[in-house]
């Protein structure tokens, strides 16, 4: 996907930090690290001098005025600006990671969305060894809802790591999420693909599509091992069609291995995009 830009009002974030009541999920666990849902007013792995507010400011900091700042897209569609009611409901997630062979931390900030767009999302990486720093940043949301997947890490290699997230957007029958799998290479946020499934109750069956990763063999990056569980039940419902779904599951695998001359994952298949097809038929 191209990359983009998008805006985020600094003054809408100022709103953010002293005035909303903010809801968490409860923490969930990626493997050894755990998926943090922090308030803003929380401690950073320990360290009794920095807040997830502070980091917060480096990626928009607080001032006076109707100051943007740009972020980067990958994975995620296009947004212009997020608008100020859309931010009632901000979350934010972390997950403590390593890039280079040092430890970072990842913090997801969901905006969820705004009038007539579809997100904004930002995913920041940051270095709190010494005084916080802000490493990159991005926007990865292609939905109303912006995740950690679980497990949000894998350890692709000695010293970096690759983090799953999920968008999601929602109706009555369907939801579509998009996985962005982005690897932390040399402090920088690197799309290696996105995964779009898509779930759907009809009136005579209900088909769900799973998504699971695993690190598989190789040097300096290990393969990325991503299946996709496609389920399909009837529901047993006479809804007067000629045609019935069949009930049963599949499995659409696809290994990402290292390019060394690229410096990149590559598919070994276009199973996904395939998939992405048949799903957009079914919209």
Excluded at 2 to 18: D, F, K, Q
Excluded at 44 to 59: C, H, I, N, S
Excluded at 215 to 243: F, H, L, M, N
Aim: proline share 4%; net charge negative.
């Amino acid at each position: 996907m191209p990359i983009g830009e998008a805006t985020l009002s600094v003054a809408l974030v100022r709103a953010v930090l002293v005035g909303l009541a903010l809801c968490w999920m409860p923490i969930e666990r990626a493997g050894a690290e755990p998926i943090l849902r922090p308030d803003l007013s929380d401690r950073v792995d320990g360290r009794e001098d920095v807040t997830f507010a502070d980091l917060l400011r480096l990626v928009v900091p607080t001032a006076d005025g109707n100051l943007t700042i740009s972020v980067r897209e990958i994975g995620s569609a296009a947004v212009e600006e997020l608008e100020m009611a859309s931010a009632a409901s901000l979350r934010l997630a972390a997950v403590l990671v390593r890039s280079g062979g040092l430890e970072r931390i990842a913090v997801l900030l969901d905006f969820g969305s705004g009038r007539d767009v579809v997100g904004l999302a930002v995913l920041a990486l940051f270095d709190i060894a010494g005084e916080p720093r802000l490493l990159d940043a991005a926007n990865v949301a292609s939905g109303d809802m912006t995740y950690f997947l679980e497990p949000a890490r894998l350890r692709v290699s000695a010293g970096d790591d690759l983090l799953a997230i999920g968008s999601t957007h929602a109706n009555s029958s369907q939801s579509y999420t998009t996985i962005p799998l982005v690897l932390l290479r040399d402090d920088r946020l690197e799309l290696v693909d996105t995964i779009f499934v898509f779930n759907e109750r009809a009136c005579e069956y209900d088909q769900t599509q799973r998504v699971t990763l695993d690190q598989g063999t190789g040097e300096p990056y290990s393969d990325i091992v991503a299946t996709v569980i496609v389920q399909t039940k009837i529901t047993g419902e006479d809804c007067g069609r000629a045609e019935v779904a069949e009930a049963g599951s599949r499995t659409i695998t696809v290994k990402y291995r290292w390019d060394a001359a690229a410096k990149r994952y590559v598919p070994e298949s276009d199973a996904f995009d395939q998939l992405a097809r048949d799903n957009e038929e079914r919209f």
